[in-house]
């Protein structure tokens, strides 16, 4: 099992940069591959991101593509989601997302696929 704890979440002006954190309790932090969804009120969980195993491979929803980054420090067992150019439209509780990956090259994108979820974190872009 693996345990996850967002961070960085807050209010930022359109045009401004936040960086998520989501750290993972474990000694095999290594072996999932991680994803990041957001969810506004009445609206279903949204794929943003989503890493394999090591790092090597990424993926992202077209509404974030060039202004989002993911990544992973597997010795730190953290998650990043490195957010420019924020817009209004990005408002949402931000989650990240743990599964059990066998092989690296692993890409999860949809949330049904992942087991383990943190609490949120709030991000609020003012325009």
């Known amino acids: 099992q693996v345990q996850l704890v967002e961070s960085g979440g807050g209010l930022v002006q359109a045009g401004g940069s936040l960086r998520l954190s989501c750290a993972a309790s474990?000694?095999?932090?290594?072996?999932?591959?991680m994803g990041w969804f957001r969810q506004v009120p009445g609206k279903e969980r949204e794929f943003v991101a989503a890493?394999?195993?090591?790092?090597?491979?990424?993926y992202y929803a077209d509404s974030v593509k060039g202004r989002f980054t993911i990544s992973r420090d597997n010795a730190k067992n953290t998650v990043y989601l490195q957010m420019n150019s924020l817009k209004p439209e990005d408002t949402a509780v931000y989650y990240c997302?743990?599964?059990?990956?066998?092989?690296?090259?692993?890409?999860?994108?949809?949330?049904?696929?992942?087991?383990?979820w943190g609490q949120g974190t709030q991000v609020t872009v003012s325009s």
């Open positions: 997302a743990a599964d059990y990956a066998y092989i690296d090259y692993v890409i999860r994108r949809f949330s049904y696929e992942y087991d383990y």
């Open positions: 474990g000694r095999t932090f290594s072996r999932y591959a």
């Open positions: 890493i394999t195993r090591s790092g090597g491979s990424t």
